[in-house]
């Protein structure tokens, strides 16, 4: 059974940092897109980052600079480490992985498996 679960996520000031963590078990992740997504009340799910197996980062435009997603895949388990946080990053975020690898843009629909999510909160 695949099972992707976050942790991490927690309240925290304008300009401060988390750092998301996801363990996924029950698939070989070594050969597939992993990714993180977010969605805040009201709005739609959306892509924040992906990695491949080769470790190749891609970010959306409003995480560029600011985030950073990384992977070991010895221990199964792929980050988000998010800086300088600003209020509209406000949101539940959820990590992703495919089943493929390839071009690991993230886009809900290119993911299959989902974790359940983690809240990150931003405000002073």
């Known amino acids: 059974q695949v099972q992707l679960v976050e942790s991490g996520g927690g309240s925290v000031q304008p300009g401060g940092s988390l750092r998301l963590s996801c363990a996924a078990t029950?698939?070989?992740?070594?050969?597939?897109?992993m990714g993180w997504f977010r969605q805040a009340p009201g709005k739609e799910r959306e892509g924040v980052a992906g990695?491949?197996?080769?470790?190749?980062?891609t970010y959306v435009d409003s995480a560029r600079a600011r985030f950073t997603i990384s992977r070991d895949d010895a221990k199964n388990v792929f980050y988000l480490q998010m800086n300088s946080l600003k209020p509209e990053d406000t949101a539940t975020y959820y990590c992703?992985?495919?089943?493929?690898?390839?071009?690991?843009?993230?886009?809900?629909?290119?993911?299959?498996?989902w974790g359940q999510g983690t809240q990150v909160t931003v405000s002073s």
């Open positions: 029950g698939y070989n992740f070594r050969k597939s897109c």
């Open positions: 990695i491949d197996i080769d470790g190749i980062q």
């Open positions: 992703a992985a495919a089943r493929s690898d390839g071009y690991c843009y993230p886009a809900v629909g290119r993911y299959n498996y």
